[in-house]
């Protein structure tokens, strides 16, 4: 990629996506393959990300410019270390608004361990409450359990028809936190809208593990560190990219 | 469902190779930690630790290379110790592909590190690791829970109690503990269950258990004295090739959860 690719002036928009006379460099795969961009703000080890998921049949992209944010067909935001710091640095790189003209046009979201705790509405550590990005209701607070934090191989429990889960669904995942979702209070269904899926782990008491609602995904595990059971639950989603960009080009 | 024992090999990497024999069959190079990463990922080993004893600095960077190749090949957590003295090693660490870093001497030597370290990067990318001996204060050099924690892999005393320390790591906002016994270590007879015991009731951070195994049935004890994990070496090197499938066996068949 070029330096003198960024910053384009002729961007449009198009479903959520910025369209302008480079895009096409950058965000397609020779092959064919679902293109991924991995949101690069600063947040731990995103390397494992990476190589995940071009080994789950992705083209990765590294970044966190606008337009590769955008026009992805799928954006993965990783997230480690305390909710107030990944909501800062998110900011400082405007992922924020991105995140949500992705989801308001559509277009796939996968959030990771702090990147699921964020999307909620608040979160409490050490007693010091953070605001979240707010797009589900619901408080990030302290596992009751005896050990935290919550460090290691644990099983779920996935609703029926979870497209994440497909063929893992019996399979452990690899969980680092000591902070959860402990209720899930999303009572708002419009008519036409499919109810999320919610799946469900427990330490301590049971916390949200996955949630599935439309193009925005996010696991509270670390499928990228998760062994086998990890590499089918980003197939599953990278798959599902290449059928939602299908299902686009069939109706364009 | 409860998250299930971990169980963890532990290499011994120098200048980029694996120092301590391994005699898996049907591995060609036994000593590029890499094959041997994919090997006990195969094998079904819930984490890998590497630690660096390399003398020379110089030769530092080859750790280096081994954690990137390792984190891009195979998908479980990498803990990399040795040598971890700051922010900056552990931003360099990560950066390569390592999820999480072990410090053991340079914690004992200015505590504070813990809270720099942890304070960046959160509390789960932190394992203290804790070499303890027992003494004994009849000989006048004693702690005031009869464990101490040494350096330089068990040659130096501290005078510094154990069970102390690992509070005050924990407090200081540490993720987790690799406790090893100096006594033990070696011997083949079995973890330290007391030790293990003790630090269990003293912190309510995962705990990882080693030194002294030498049978599958080794494990269980150390997991029923509080160990939320079990890490090895030599047993796994020299033991045939389903030692971690044998060890998980033992586990489950004493009743608790594994992967």
Known sequence: ?252 | MAVAIRVIPCLDVDAGRVVKGVNFKGLRDAGDPVALAHRYDRAGADELTFLDVTASSGNRETTFDVVRRTAEEVFIPLTVGGGVRGVAEVDKLLRFGADKASINTAAVARPEVIDEITRHFGSQVLVLSVDARRVNPAEGAGTPSGFEVTTHGGRQGTGIDAIAWAKEAADRGVGEILLNSIDADGTKDGFDLEMIRAVRAAVNIPLIASGGAGVPEHFPPAIAAGADAVLAASMFHFGPDDMIAQVKTAIREAGYEVR
């Not at chain 1, 062994?227 to 990278?238: F, K, M, P, Y």
């Open chain 1, 1 to 252: 990629m070029s330096q003198d690719e960024k910053n384009s002036p002729t961007q449009s928009l198009n479903e959520g996506a910025v369209r302008d006379a480079h895009s096409g460099k950058r965000i397609q795969s020779p092959e064919g393959k679902p293109t991924v961009t991995v949101l690069d703000y600063g947040s731990g080890n995103v390397r494992s990300a990476v190589r995940a998921l071009e080994a789950a049949g992705a083209e990765v992209t590294l970044s966190a410019k606008a337009e590769d944010v955008l026009n992805a067909d799928g954006l993965l935001v990783p997230g480690v270390g305390a909710f107030a710091t990944v909501m800062k640095e998110l900011k400082d790189v405007d992922a924020i608004r991105l995140i949500g003209r992705r989801v308001a046009g559509g277009r796939p979201v996968l959030a990771i361990c702090v990147g699921l705790q964020v999307l909620f509405e608040k979160g409490v550590e050490h007693g010091v409450e953070a605001e979240g990005i707010g797009e589900w209701p619901g408080t990030v607070e302290l596992l009751p359990a005896q050990v935290v934090p919550h460090m290691g191989w644990n099983t779920v429990t996935a609703p029926k028809g979870s497209l994440l889960f497909e063929g893992v669904e019996n399979e452990r995942f690899y969980f680092v936190h000591s902070y959860g979702v402990q209720h899930w209070d999303f009572d708002v269904t419009q008519p036409h809208m499919a109810p999320p899926k919610v799946t469900w782990s427990e330490h301590g008491a049971p916390f949200i593990a996955a949630v599935e609602n439309g193009p925005l995904c996010a696991t509270q595990f670390h499928p990228e560190k998760s062994g086998e059971a990890g590499a089918r639950l980003l197939r599953n989603w990278v798959g599902s990219l290449r059928k939602a960009g299908a299902a686009k080009g069939a109706t364009a």
